[in-house]
């Protein structure tokens, strides 16, 4: 039987990168339009750093089958559009039923999950707290800090993403914006 090999791979927190992975991609400022309720506070982000980082993903894949585990880090820049907090785009697993592990590395995070139900579940997570996304959650990372978010993750190779479910539905069903007060509150997507 041909074994995988093991695989060691260093995260860098300051970096918020994997080293030694076998994927990366960005996702700019410009990728993100339609996300932020904020129309022209979006428009503005644009207009002077339409193509800076918002977020990166490095990761490594083994092999493609469930058993395989992908792992990775996500790092991703502060800041808001308006008063709605940067988020990653969100997805459901395109196979429902895989779940993921994330772990703050650092930063302060929400993991923001609805059920295809509509159940709201948001998880405030600090450094080396673990959140268990269970199976058929929808789920995005939100940075309510003023420095990069960095967590890591793993799921089963072959969970794919489904970004149109959140497309469909005109977002997800609450955004995290700040309180005003230096913290956050959840409020009704008036899209949704
Ligand atoms: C994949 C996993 C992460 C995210 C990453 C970016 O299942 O949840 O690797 O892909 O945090 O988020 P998104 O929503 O743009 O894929
Ligand atoms: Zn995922």
Redesign the pocket.
Known sequence: MNFTEPRLCTISVTTGMLENGDGHYR?SYRDLDGLYADRAAFESILADRADDIA?E?TSYTPGGKTSDMIL?V?RMAPGKVGREYFL????I?ANGDRP?IYQTLSGRGIMQMESPDGEVRLVEMGPQQVCYVPPFWI???VNIGDEDLVMF?S?PAD?G?DYSIIARSGGMRVRIMDDGKGGWVAEDNTAW
């Open positions: 996702k977020y993903v990775g996500t990653t785009r969100g997805h697993h993921e789920h995005r990372s993750f799921y969970s993403q």
